[in-house]
């Protein structure tokens, strides 16, 4: 005779079941049981690391651009502040710097990245991040559009279209700017130089060479022996003479010169004659002794 044993009334077969001791979950089926200790606690724990090493990262960034910040700031306002004068004397190849509004770009840097952690910030605190998100893009967008206004270029002087067919040889245009007057005016004669690519005795940059100074002073007489001797040596072939920047006595004053170094000079263009937009281009064709 088979004997079989039936459970207790009310008692419950159930194959698997889940029960947790000390915070780590056990699981029973069929009396065995295979334990994972500290699954729960090593997920929290990992976590949390994770989560302090990020804040870690982002408060060195947010101290590391907002010192550099600090300090370009502080080297823009040049040698006066006393920053950008240390920093030309301690760092080698510093004295290539010769602009300190350039740290700008520095400090616009470090006030983005700042921005960004302030709107990261920001939008962990609000009720519709995304919505507040969109926002801030759009009024930012709005704040950095920005209306181009071209101006008009006037057309290429009949001049510089001659020069493009002439044969290779060093320009000087007149009238020849000095300090008193801005040295940043020659950037129109460099500009009018891309249409024939002839080289410039007339320049401007940031680094001004010293015999620059030496002969401003008598180029801006040209023509004159004294000029001619300083355009020898380098073989200056021609020479344009803009009259909408002599004004009336100083125009007069450089006609007569031009035709008492006629043997010197020959004519090859004339635009504009007796108007105020009138420009001359000669060649060199000697030197007086």
């Known amino acids: 005779m088979t004997r079989v044993s ?24 069929k009396g065995r049981q295979s334990r994972f200790q500290g699954s729960s606690q090593s997920g929290s724990a990992s976590r949390g690391f994770s989560g302090d090493r990020e804040a870690t990262r982002a408060r060195e960034t947010v101290i590391l651009y907002g010192t550099l910040g600090v300090l370009a700031l502080w080297a823009s306002f040049g040698p006066a502040a006393g920053l950008y004068t240390a920093l030309y004397h301690a760092v080698p190849g510093f004295t290539l710097m010769r602009a300190p509004e350039r740290f700008g770009l520095v400090v616009a840097l470090s006030v983005s990245i700042l921005a960004g952690f302030g709107v990261q910030w920001l939008l962990a605190r609000v009720r519709h991040a995304t919505l507040v998100g969109a926002m801030i893009a759009v009024v930012a967008a709005a704040e950095l559009a920005e209306v181009l206004r071209w101006k ?14 002439l044969p290779r040889g060093p320009v000087i245009e007149m009238p020849f700017f000095w300090p008193e007057v801005g040295l940043y ?26 015999d620059f100074y030496d002969t401003v002073l008598t180029l801006r007489h040209f023509p004159s022996r004294e000029t001619f001797k300083i355009l020898e040596p380098n073989h200056v072939r021609y020479a344009i003479f803009h009259r909408n920047h002599y004004n009336g006595p100083n125009w007069n004053d450089t006609l007569t010169r031009v035709e008492e170094f006629a043997p010197y000079l020959r004519m090859l263009s004339l635009d504009g004659p007796g108007t105020r937009d009138e420009i001359r281009l000669y060649e060199i064709v000697g030197f007086p002794p």
């Open 152 to 165: 008009e270029v006037r057309p290429t002087s009949a001049a510089y279209h001659m020069l493009q067919t």
């Open 185 to 210: 005016q020659h950037t129109e004669y460099m500009l009018n130089s891309t249409s024939h690519w002839m080289p410039l005795v007339n320049g401007y940059s940031d680094y001004i060479p010293a």
């Open 6 to 29: 039936t459970p207790p009334t009310g008692a419950a077969i159930s194959p698997r079941r889940r029960t947790r001791t000390c915070g780590s979950p056990t699981w029973s089926e």
